[in-house]
Every structure is written in C-alpha cells, then in structure tokens.
C-alpha cells in the first residue's frame, strides 16, 4: 500500500473544470507522485506543459461519457488526444450496442481506438457496470481482452454507480492477467481505495487522491 499514489489517475472531468482548477490538480499530481492525471481532452495540450520533465502521465477520455458516439469519432478523439500529448486513452464502449448483442460492433469499436492510440499508448476500457447485468459484465471484459486492450475499467463517474469491490473482483477474475482493472467512481477514502486493490484493481480514478494520501500518512 506504500506505492498507493502510482495507482491512482488524479482526475478532474467535471464539465466546469476552470483552469485554475486544471492547473492545481497538476500542481497536486507532482506533489504526490501520483500516476496520472485524467482530465478531458480539451485540456490534454496545457497539462502536457505543465507537467513536462515529470513522470505522471497524461490520461483522458475518449467517447464521454456516454461511450455511444460513432467508431469513426471515437478514432478522431483518440488520434486528437495523442497529438496534444496523451499517454493513456480511457474510452467508453458502445453500451447500447453490448446491450443488442452486437458484439463484433462493441469489439471493434475498441480495436480501432486501440490502433488509433499505438503500440505505446495504453487504452483503458470503460464498461460502466451500474448499467450492465452480470452476462454483461463478463461479456465487456472478454470483448475488451479480444480486442487488444489494456486496461478494463468499471465506470465513468457520470452514470447511476461508480466501482464496487464485487464488479472489480469480477472483472479480475475475467481479464486474469491479461489485463489490468481501474476503479473509479466512488473511490473517496483510504478504505475504499484499499478494498479496490484487495480486489484486483491496479489503478484507482478519483477525485480524493490527496484525501487518500494523507489518511495514509495519518495512519502510519
């Protein structure tokens, strides 16, 4: 757990977000040594800046947050992002189309945004499990291993439910070591943040790093 603040993606994806604000969440970033910032692709290119000659990286998100734009823009936003300097791509799948069972669809929808990224970049997988059943879940988690993907991830923030430590568990169990899983929505203290990982995650998305960070040291 000493190596917490490498799992956790510092993120900020409130539509409001100032710059000011932007700017802070990568003041924070550097001075907790955390992972990554995920902020949305509007402001990839200032956080590249601001965080030249550091090592935390650059994620954002790509079909947002309703994951049921076209393959075609999904691919435009991914190659946008990469420009503008992103490291890690976070996308939503097609949810309606995984829900039809439409799963070429769902599957190459993540495929062309994993070719769109390269060979370098890491894509993270958005399955957003408050809105999918059990079969569902199973089924995003394979699609998204097929399809070349790095990480699976539980939520967007934005929807009815954010990670639980079942979904995460689940989601392991799938992916095997295949993939990695990334937590997010609901993640907000050191306890939650410690179940998570108990459960198989390796990234944490949340807005309380630092709250996690200094509970950490509080307990120390």
Do not use: W
Not at 151 to 163: E, H, R, W, Y
């Amino acid at each position: 757990m000493d190596n917490i603040a490498l799992m956790i993606d510092h993120t900020l994806l409130k539509p409001e977000a100032t710059r000011a604000e932007i700017k802070n969440l990568c003041s924070e970033a550097k001075k907790y040594k955390f992972k990554a910032v995920c902020i949305n692709p509007f402001y990839v290119k200032y956080c590249k800046d601001l965080l030249k000659d550091t090592d935390v990286k650059i994620a954002t998100v790509i079909g947002f947050p309703l994951g049921a734009n076209t393959t075609e823009a999904k691919v435009f936003e991914t190659k946008n992002a990469i420009t503008n300097g992103a490291d890690e791509i976070d996308m939503v799948i097609n949810i309606g189309s995984l829900k039809n069972k439409d799963f070429d669809i769902v599957k190459k929808d993540i495929e062309e945004v994993v070719g769109a990224a390269g060979k370098n970049k890491l894509v993270k997988v958005i399955i957003e499990t408050s809105l999918l059943n059990h079969e569902e879940k199973i089924k995003a988690c394979q699609l998204s291993k097929k399809a070349g993907a790095d990480f699976v991830k539980t939520s967007t923030g934005f929807s009815s439910g954010g990670a639980t430590s079942e979904d995460v568990k689940l989601m392991k169990s799938i992916v095997e070591d295949k993939l990695e899983v990334k937590a997010s929505g609901g993640v907000r203290d050191i306890e939650s943040a410690k179940n998570m990982i108990e459960n198989g995650a390796t990234r944490l998305g949340t807005s309380s790093g630092v709250k996690i960070i200094k509970e950490l040291l509080n307990k120390k």
